[in-house]
């Protein structure tokens, strides 16, 4: 069975900072990558995702992710964050096919402050 | 292009009662999720249906169970229920033919069980 594990349940930053979320996997074999975000009052959004190919993945609103297979993470980065990048951020896992059933994480609630 | 719709929005029950909600996939998707999110938490896989069929369970009860029609709409449908069931419930849908599909979330229906 896959787990995913977010190291940052809460985390605040002002405008202008830099943003790294961390993400750790545990499961054997291929797995797929994802990181959704749901803003206050909204539905999951689909930020990046990760098949395969290059480790380094550019998603919406400027936000990126890079899987490093050896340490079984997918971290979240983004250079300079936005009041409108508050939020909760979930790291999520499948194995197999994309459309398997995905793994979850507790989720990171990110806080811009003006 | 309709995203993924979902009903009702809210819906109270009492202990014991039976509920069932709705989902309606994105345009061109074959394959629904489920998933529960209980208050602070990531959403945690129920079940998927694909070509009418559940195609993988997560570790929820059988007082979880589920239909899928043949335009791809979903009911996902709980007994008995009890105070711990009272969540967010998500649908998502993809398409599983795709390969690289990632799913896409609903808005959810928030059940609350008295």
């Known amino acids: 069975a896959q787990s995913v594990s977010q190291h940052n349940h809460h985390v605040i930053l002002s405008e202008a900072a830099s943003l790294e979320l961390g993400c750790n996997y545990s499961?054997?074999?291929?797995?797929?990558l994802f990181w959704y975000v749901q803003y206050p009052g909204q539905h999951l959004q689909l930020l990046l995702k990760y098949f395969s190919g290059d480790p380094l993945v550019k998603g919406i609103k400027g936000f990126e992710a890079e899987f490093i297979k050896s340490k079984f993470s997918f971290n979240l980065r983004k250079p300079s964050v936005q009041w409108s990048d508050t939020a909760e951020y979930f790291c999520?896992?499948?194995?197999?096919?994309?459309?398997?059933?995905?793994?979850f994480g507790k989720g990171t609630h990110l806080i811009i402050q003006p | 292009d309709a995203g993924v719709t979902q009903s009702p929005t809210h819906l109270i029950k009492t202990r014991g009662q039976q509920v069932t909600l709705r989902c309606s996939p994105k345009s061109g998707h074959d394959t629904v999720s489920w998933y529960q999110q209980a208050l602070g938490q990531g959403p945690q896989f129920i079940f998927q249906?694909?070509?009418?069929?559940?195609?993988q369970r997560g570790n929820f009860p059988d007082r979880f169970s589920g239909h899928q029609f043949p335009n791809y709409s979903s009911e996902l449908n709980v007994n008995a229920l009890l105070l711990g069931d009272s969540a967010l419930y998500l649908c998502a849908s993809s398409f599983a033919s795709g390969g690289e599909g990632a799913q896409y979330f609903g808005p959810g229906t928030r059940l609350t069980v008295l």
């Open positions: 249906y694909y070509e009418e069929e559940e195609r």
């Open positions: 499961y054997g074999g291929t797995v797929n």
């Open positions: 999520a896992v499948n194995a197999g096919g994309g459309a398997d059933g995905l793994t």
